[in-house]
């Protein structure tokens, strides 16, 4: 496929790795879980092929890990950890689920051995519950940074939300709200008036402002000394602009190394080419402070 330069921001674009095995969730808002219904060509070895490549890259880029469910097979996220150096920020995106063959003790003490490794570990518990979650409890124990990660989707009941956040003030965790992205737009990504999730946390909580780029942005909330985000992105993560000399790039924020190891440059099933790759324009990167105070 036909594609133009590539130019991402400094460090490099964030590249994000689709677990090669499954989870048993059957979220709603999930669009990974088709992906996940026929697992053959999926390949451990090659995804950490893939890593190391991106590595030789951009060795300062993020990487983030997601499926499926990354803590299904602790063997296999271990493996594909230690393919990373320390160069890097590494975030994994967890239900931190109920297991049968893995007891919460096992994923507690893999936070513990990983606890210089993991940057952040977000946590999925949702306003309305799709999954079997293990006890609040255990989320206090993970040893390395947490987040909670909660997706208000569609008809949210926006009157348990107080009582959302005092579920985890005890633990001190803080939270990011998230839109449903696949419904986020170029033209609704900043837009406040018709946002009923904003209304909402605007009403309930104390707002103290809003940071964001051209592809997401996190409008930032206070309660009870507790940091809130709500955060929306678009749905995909290639910007094309043209720039003052006439020449047009593809600008990449995420990458992606899917379940069988192949490297793509956007979440709508394009694939990277690798090679163009290594000669990447860099630019700063343009996330910024838009009003109020970010600085928690």
């Given at each position: 496929m036909d594609h133009h330069p590539y130019k991402t921001r400094e460090g490099g674009a964030t590249v994000t790795v689709f677990v090669p095995y499954d989870c048993q969730n059957h979220c709603p808002f999930c669009i990974n879980k088709q992906e996940y219904a026929d697992c053959?060509?999926?390949s451990l070895a090659k995804i950490i092929d893939s890593i190391r490549t991106m590595d030789a890259i951009t060795p300062r880029c993020d990487f983030v890990f997601t499926g499926g469910e990354p803590l299904a097979n602790l063997d296999?996220?271990?493996?594909?950890?230690?393919?990373?150096?320390?160069?890097?920020?590494?975030?994994i995106n967890t239900t931190f689920p109920v297991?049968?063959?893995?007891?919460?003790?096992?994923?507690?003490?893999?936070t513990e051995r990983n606890r210089d490794k993991i940057t952040c570990m977000n946590i999925s518990r949702h306003l309305q519950k799709y999954v079997e979650e293990g006890p609040?409890?255990?989320?206090?124990?993970?040893?390395?940074?947490?987040?909670?990660?909660?997706?208000?989707?569609?008809?949210?009941?926006?009157?348990?939300?107080?009582?959302?956040?005092?579920?985890?003030?005890?633990?001190?965790i803080p939270i990011q709200f998230r839109y449903d992205y696949t419904a986020t737009t170029p033209e609704n990504l900043y837009e406040e008036e018709n946002d009923k999730i904003?209304?909402?946390?605007?009403?309930?909580?104390?707002y103290k402002g809003l940071d964001g780029c051209r592809m997401r942005n996190g409008f930032h909330f206070q309660y009870k000394g507790l940091h809130m985000t709500y955060h929306k992105t678009l749905p995909y993560s290639t910007i094309v602009e043209t720039d003052e000399n006439g020449v047009t790039y593809d600008i990449l924020y995420d990458i992606l190394i899917k379940q069988n190891g192949d490297i793509h440059s956007d979440w709508t099933g394009v694939k990277?080419?690798?090679?163009?790759y290594r000669h990447v324009v860099f630019e700063p990167y343009d996330l910024h402070v838009i009003n109020g105070n970010v600085d928690f």
């Open positions: 053959s060509g999926f296999a996220l271990q493996q594909m950890l230690d393919a990373i150096p320390a160069t890097h920020k590494v975030y297991q049968q063959h893995t007891s919460p003790e096992e994923m507690i003490a893999f609040d409890e255990l989320l206090g124990r993970i040893a390395c940074p947490t987040r909670i990660n909660c997706v208000l989707y569609r008809n949210y009941p926006a009157h348990k939300l107080v009582d959302y956040v005092e579920r985890f003030l005890p633990y001190g904003l209304q909402d946390l605007r009403r309930l909580f104390t990277m080419d690798v090679e163009g």
